[in-house]
């Protein structure tokens, strides 16, 4: 009897199926992934469905409002009607076109926010925990330093001192002041990595440490990257509109914070004029939420220890 | 039923345990001589299913098998063949998208499936306990080995203080730990010693089956081996059923009585011990066998089983092993073996369908009907050249 | 203290030749403890071995005998707190530049214990080869690379190999993905390949396939490999040396049938009697060993087996035992084997 040859077929042996399913395990591109990923947990559904028509509204508010923001042509303080789907403002200004068009400051500030501090974040974070020593001590130091000043009072600070704060030094206060956070965490799951075999390997190889924290490192942890970065839209979404409510923002820019700005100077609430309050208020909401539930759906999604089990009928006894 | 001689060296008396309810040494006995012929664990075509995202996964199809009392069974397979998920199931442990969805386990004739958890309490450590795989690190390390076996006790209804202590001394000393160190803490002991403990807890009300899964595996060879003759000599004087996986089959080969070959779920192979050893029936299990380089003897080439295991998670036709099987024939890809009774065995291989080796005859088409098991014997000598390989 | 060097079949290795690595009185420790206690961990003490051309060298030895720090140390990952590496004569302490380093690390590269956690998951399994081979061998180009590439993978058996460069870690079973190891090291055109437990969290029944390409790879490609494990039936079946290791020094060590055939020091005839074999009769010795090997801090001078020896004598107390040839290429650390007396502890 001859004797098998050693050699190994790459793959999943191929032993006689019924029904072939598509190619199995096979790397199908990573959007299609997304894309079933997405469907399948309500989580992310819901979130995605917000997060797209939001973007919607930012890139083509034009279309669907068309009144101007700004102009304060219009009755004061009408009531919700056919011309003016939500009414008017004390200034006489369209708050559904106000709605419409401030979604593309807020997100514009969300994304900026989210993206600059994750790289800030990512560089500090990764750097802190692959060079160690010193360096790691140096760059902790600098993190928890930003961590530990109590956050709105600073920023109501550096946002006094700038004065009339337009997008962009909103973006970047607020990413000075949030990228300590997401740079902890990062630092701690470099850690975990630290030690793993394949980076020991890049390094007998031969590699150079940017190379291996550049390449070998940061693309493993790309679901916390995403984390890191809806972390931080969401609190820019959060911060940034309390920044504008409170007054320190651009009074004449077009945005949900300013909205509410505006509503408390002319005491919205106190005289009855709930939905130029109320508007902004729920935008801002539904922003945050659609952030915090693609959040918590990537998680879910990138460890399947944290998802629903679904529990199967047990046999009773016989 | 055991394969170690009686004067076994370093067997020391046990230590006439007496305040400890319905475990004292005469009474024990007297136990074990009522029921000596009875079934302790009856499991009877269990299957259990893993719903996944993808499909439904069957981890452990159809399985059965009898442990007697006093009985020590090991369970071999490699990784994915369902070994752990049986244990689980026969334990009780299975959660979330795992569960029992046919068959049975009668423990001491009672089924065990579907009762609550309180019941299950009351059969739990007392009766049936379970030492896990990598058990040093279920200790919880923030609290002393003592205190965990207090909690244990506690939630028996053991309230006593003097009782708890007495007996976690008394487990300590059988597993061969000096009792000052129910005062240590996990990290303070030794992965053996981590082990040992754990097998001590498993022992604290001297249940009648304690299962192990893969006990040994984190330590080394040597206090491996001094593991495993430690429970043979427990099992050896306190008379409990032993049900031992692993995927170490020469580990296992000493001191097991039965040997249970499990592959892509299923029962390949089931029989005494020795005799699988001597013997493999099933290519599966000999394959096995013959991975295993020898420490003396002479030195040959070895093959391995080429290829991996298949996915659970689709449907077959015939036989799981057939893609890997050196013997494999056509009928192999479409009929599915069912377990065949072979000298006192139990093989999954359509090579043995009709009694020892008969595919050799059978596969040139004469009518399986006319094939008996009577004439079994006579094959022997057609088995011999049949089964040699280069 | 040093070994013989090997004589091997081939004209490479005479008596007198530098070997192709040598260790000398090669220690490692590392200090454990806070600033209040302040301990040595002797993870490696007064190593010296010697690894030949076209050998297989198993390293064997339970878990914190130091064979693991060994490999690292030749792998350059840690560097050694005393003692040298020579290399082909030249010694590692003296190999600063970049390409020195780079040079060392193509001749002497590693594969890793874990299959799972030694692959990068996000790239695609040809990744590893065609950096190693781009950092190694700049002189090929893009199309160069890859036709290597391909050649490594059917050498180590993972076919078809254009398939297979293309699929990603999580489709690979754990002995394919230990093949990807060795061909990412085999792309480096190395003399020494530093396996550091290759095959132990694989199955049993593929084991033997990467054992029998280790084989292939020494008689076949012409490399050496230092084979680290805690499975002396394994060690036996694919090495031509042995070398025992115990508590950070080595205890035994000749050709791999002599040693196990006629062990000399008592920690290997323990090894030895401890080995399960299925094929042989079921056989219960005098089990008096609790297997516990010590954590070496701070030890004192003294043969590290003495507690677990039933043979130890007074000296075995007091001297630490010199590795000394006993038999022709046949050396071991054991004051009781070494006063000519017949040693047989464990049976």
């Known amino acids: ?318 | 039923m055991s394969s170690v001689p009686a004067d076994f060296p370093g067997s020391t008396a046990f230590p006439g345990s007496t305040a400890f309810p319905g475990s004292t040494v005469a009474s024990r006995a007297a136990d074990l001589a009522a029921t000596d012929s009875a079934v302790m664990l009856e499991v009877r075509d269990l299957t259990v299913t893993y719903a996944m995202e993808h499909g439904t996964v069957t981890a452990v199809d159809q399985v059965s098998l009898d442990v007697d009392s006093g009985e020590f069974v090991g369970i071999v397979g490699e990784s994915g063949c369902g070994k752990s998920t049986l244990l689980f199931a026969i334990a009780q442990l299975l959660g979330g998208p795992a569960a029992i969805t046919g068959g049975s386990v009668r423990f001491k004739g009672r089924s065990l499936v579907g009762l609550t958890d309180k019941q299950l309490a009351a059969v739990r450590w007392k009766d049936l306990s379970v030492v896990m795989q990598s058990a040093m690190n279920a200790l919880n390390p923030v609290k002393s080995i003592g205190s965990q076996f207090k909690d244990a006790m506690r939630a028996h209804g053991v309230r006593s203080p003097q009782e708890i202590a007495e007996r976690s001394a008394e487990v300590l000393k059988m597993v061969g730990i000096d009792p000052t160190h129910l005062n240590s803490y996990p990290h303070q002991l030794s992965g053996g010693m981590r082990q040992r403990s754990m097998i001590a807890m498993a022992m604290l009300f001297t249940p009648d089956l304690i299962i192990m899964d893969e006990p040994t595996s984190a330590l080394d060879v040597v206090a491996q081996r001094s593991l495993m003759v430690q429970i043979k000599e427990l099992q050896q004087q306190l008379g409990f059923a032993v049900i031992f996986v692993t995927h170490d089959m020469s580990l296992v080969s000493h001191f097991s009585d039965r040997l249970m070959v499990m592959y892509a779920g299923q029962v390949a192979e089931l029989g005494r011990t020795r005799d699988v050893f001597d013997d493999p029936l099933h290519p599966y299990s000999r394959g096995l066998l013959e991975a295993f380089p020898s420490i003396r003897g002479p030195k040959i080439r070895l093959t391995g089983i080429p290829g991996s295991p298949p996915d659970l998670s689709l449907e077959y036709h015939g036989c799981r092993f057939a893609p890997r099987c050196p013997r494999v024939m056509e009928r192999c890809q479409t009929t599915p073996p069912e377990l065949y009774r072979v000298d006192g065995r139990l093989v999954r291989c359509l090579l043995h369908e009709h009694g020892r080796d008969s595919a050799g005859i059978d596969s040139a088409g004469i009518d399986s009907a006319a094939n008996d098991t009577a004439e079994s014997e006579t094959k022997a000598e057609t088995d011999q050249d049949v089964r040699s390989e280069p | ?347």
């Open chain 3, 1 to 347: 203290m040093t070994e013989q060097a090997a004589a091997s079949p081939g004209p490479v290795t005479a008596d007198t030749a530098e070997p192709l690595l040598r260790t000398d009185a090669l220690s490692k420790h590392f200090k454990i403890g806070n600033t209040l206690s302040r301990r040595t961990l002797h993870a490696v003490d007064d190593v010296s071995l010697t690894i030949g051309e076209r050998q297989i060298v198993a390293l064997a030895g339970e878990s914190g005998s130091g064979k693991s720090t060994i490999a690292r140390l030749l792998a350059r990952i840690y560097k050694p707190t005393s003692g040298e590496i020579y290399f082909l004569g030249k010694p590692l302490s003296r190999m600063h530049s970049r390409p020195d380093r780079l040079k060392y690390a193509s001749e002497a590269p590693m594969v890793f214990q874990d299959p799972f956690a030694s692959i990068n998951p996000v790239f695609r399994i040809s990744h590893g080869v065609l950096r190693a081979l781009k950092l190694h061998r700049p002189e090929l180009s893009e199309q160069e690379r890859y036709a290597e590439a391909r050649r490594v993978f059917e050498v180590v058996g993972l076919v078809p190999a254009d398939q297979a460069l293309q699929r990603y870690p999580h489709e690979l079973s754990g002995g394919q993905r230990q093949r990807v190891g060795f061909a990412q090291a085999l792309a480096m055109r190395p003399r020494l390949i530093i396996a550091d437990e290759p095959v132990s969290m694989l199955d049993v029944s593929i084991r033997i396939g990467l054992l029998n390409l280790m084989a292939q790879l020494r008689d076949e490609q012409g490399v050496s490999i230092l084979y680290i494990t805690h499975d002396i039936a394994s060690a036996r079946y694919v090495a031509d040396r042995l070398i025992v290791m115990y508590a950070g020094q080595i205890a035994e060590a000749g050709p791999v049938e002599e040693v196990l055939a006629n062990p000399r020091h008592p920690y290997t005839q323990l090894l030895v009697s401890a080995v399960p074999d299925p094929r042989a009769q079921p056989h219960v010795g005098a089990e008096t060993d609790r297997g516990e090997p010590p954590k070496v801090i701070d030890p004192t001078p003294g043969c590290r087996f003495r507690w677990r020896c039933p043979l130890a004598i007074d000296i075995c107390q007091t001297v630490t035992p010199e590795l000394t040839q006993l038999a022709p290429d046949h050396d071991a650390a054991c004051h009781v084997a070494q006063s000519g007396a017949e040693v047989r502890a464990f049976s």
């Open chain 1, 1 to 318: 009897m001859a004797m098998m040859p050693v050699s190994t077929e790459v793959g999943p042996s191929t032993p006689p199926v019924i029904a072939a399913p598509g190619p199995r395990g096979g790397a199908r591109p990573a959007l299609s992934r997304i894309l079933r990923a997405v469907r399948s947990n309500r989580k992310a559904t819901v979130g995605t469905v917000l997060l797209v028509i939001f973007i919607l509204l930012a890139l083509f508010p034009g279309v669907i409002a068309h009144d101007n923001p700004s102009a304060e042509i219009y009755g004061r303080s009408l009531g919700p009607s056919g011309t003016h789907l939500l009414g008017t403002t004390a200034l006489g200004q369209d708050i559904f076109a106000q709605a419409v068009w401030g979604t593309r400051q807020v997100l514009i500030i969300a994304i900026g926010v989210g993206l600059l501090s994750t790289a800030i974040a990512t560089v500090i974070g990764v750097a802190a925990a692959y060079l160690g020593g010193w360096a790691d001590g140096l760059l902790n130091l600098l993190t928890d330093v930003l961590l530990v000043i109590p956050l709105f009072p600073l920023l109501i600070v550096i946002a006094t001192y700038v004065q009339n704060a337009g997008t962009v030094v909103l973006v970047v206060v607020l990413t000075l002041t949030g990228w300590s956070y997401t740079a902890r965490q990062l630092r701690a799951q470099a850690l975990s990595l630290r030690n793993r075999d394949f980076l020991e390997a890049a390094r007998v190889r031969g590699e150079r440490s940017f190379y291996i924290i550049m390449v070998e490192i940061i693309p493993t942890m790309t679901s916390l990257l995403v984390a890191s970065f809806l972390t931080n839209a969401l609190y820019a979404v959060l911060f940034g509109s309390s920044l504008q409510f409170i007054g320190l923002g651009d009074p004449n820019s077009v945005s949900w914070g300013t909205m509410l700005y505006w509503a408390e100077n002319n005491e919205a609430l106190q005289t009855g004029q709930y939905l130029w309050t109320i508007v902004p208020g729920v935008l801002i909401l539904l922003l945050g939420a659609s952030f915090a539930l693609i959040n918590y759906a990537f998680d879910e999604i990138g460890n399947p220890a944290l998802r629903p089990v679904r529990r199967q009928r047990v046999k009773r006894a016989r």
